[in-house]
């Protein structure tokens, strides 16, 4: 049986055709182009340092286009070359001497080359191809005194897959920035940290963090997910602000989980060659987990809008998170709260709140966009503790995925179940490429539960939430029992909230205009002088086109 048929199986029965005809006419994240090659290279360039042995004859930049369309125009209109003629019998033509053969004109070479014949005509590539687009731009290096100097705040707020995530505030605003630590020396663990069971998480190379930073790619005009700035190389011994926040986390870490383990470096261990990968992105606002839940319209906003993010991912690029727990939601108030009309069925977009999607170093796509696109997915075989753990309460949901993958329903196999890797399921060695977008299921089945428990506001909305959303709960429920029928997606879920009338089809719509573009780094090194954004790649890019554009318009 293929897996698409059992994920068919498993899902909620087709009885709410009007809500999934309604949600596939809803507007969807703006559509995304094929793939700019450009943009793909920007993103993978310093990461992956593969040399570029040949550019691909379609991939031409737009700026180049009107200009050779332009020299075309010129050539067409300019008087006709004179060229003497060939004598018309040669016995015995001479060799020919190629340095002296006349150069094909520019609108020859643009015929050979097939350019602006159709440019909507793609050249078919092989995956590799696609991502070694790259641009010769090279990440600047700067201190940890260029990132967070004296007069500037930074404070650690997490701790995700392969990384520190700290925010950074000046007066050019704030971002947040992911720490990954590269191959480089530290100092050694001194007795007391030896002591204090601190547990040193191993470097990565630039390779490891490519699948992520490519899923933030095409991820990035979605509403509801991060917003990526800039990236750069950070070398150095750490500022004393640095080791503050550090302590300061930790300590509020150890209150709320005596036994947790302390992962990453102390600062004070870095040394003048420790290098990092810094990866800067938008100011998402607070996590959830520290977030104060303090009435119903936040339960049923920030309930949906991460189940209607989720959806828009599943359908542009195959998305599964695999780790959406409290700590990679975050919360920030976009506009005041108001009333809901006692009349009105809707319970949705009144709280004010926005949420982004953080973290996608356990996560799974597929670029849509090409035929045999790449799929992009974090092998979490590699580490098995993740679904033998029990420290926290997402570690269940770890293991809810991996028994779906071998199973493929809902039973939830006991940590001892999981020690063996790529372990044989119905459809063979376990893998994490296939697609199976029940995991986003799981993963609102934990938001929902999550949110619930840690509610803070007056019970009697609660109430009335946990009592409007009871027959969703049943379908959404991953403990309930084996004949009662589940959601297949996150898709699944935004469809069943249209139907029972709690969003309605000009809020789904409307989501888009909140869309955030790209932004710039507030991070400014410090030979930079008088300049005070430093220009993304991105940004550099678009306004060379201007100028040029510019300059031509003026020529013309």
Known sequence: MSQAAKLRRYGKPSKKSKAERLFAELPQSPVRKPVDKEDVACLTEQLSAIEIEEEPKKAQSTRRRKKEAKIVEEERHAPPSIVPEEPQEVPQPDPVDEKQMPEPSIEQQLDALDIGKDTHEEVAQEPSQQITQLEEDPLRILTWEDVCPLGDRIDKIAEASFAEVYRVTNDRGTSIIKVIRLSSPIKAQTKAQVRSG???????????????????????????????????????????????????????????????????????????????????????????????????????????????????????????????????????????????????TSFFGYSGLDITILDYGLSRAEDLSVDDGRIVAFDLEKDLSLFTSTHASQCKVYRQMRSFLLRADRKCLPPEAHDTPYAKGIDGPLSWEAYAPYTNVLWLAYLYEWMTEHFAGDKKELAVFKRMTREMWKYLNPDAKANMPCFGSAADVVCFGVEAGWLREEQVMGLGSSMLGREDSIIKSRDEGDVSVRRSPRKRREEEEEEEEGEEEEEM
């Open 198 to 344: 601190l547990v040193d998480e191993e470097p990565h190379s630039p390779d490891d963090l490519e699948g992520e930073l490519q899923i933030s790619e095409w991820l990035a005009d979605i509403p509801g997910f991060v917003v990526y700035k800039e990236r750069y190389i950070v070398q150095g011994k750490a500022p004393r602000q640095l080791l503050e926040t550090h302590q300061a986390f930790h300590k509020k870490m150890k209150k709320q989980d005596p036994d947790r383990a302390q992962f990453y470096p102390s600062p004070s261990r870095y040394l003048d060659d420790t290098k990092f990968l810094v990866v800067e992105l938008g100011d998402a606002g607070k996590a959830l987990e520290d977030w104060e839940l303090s009435s119903g319209s936040q339960l049923w906003d920030i309930f949906f809008l991460e189940a209607i993010a989720l959806a828009r991912a599943e359908d542009l690029v195959m998305f599964e998170h695999r780790d959406l727990h409290e700590g990679n939601v975050c919360i920030r108030q976009v506009r005041p709260p108001r009333e809901r009309p006692a009349d009105s």
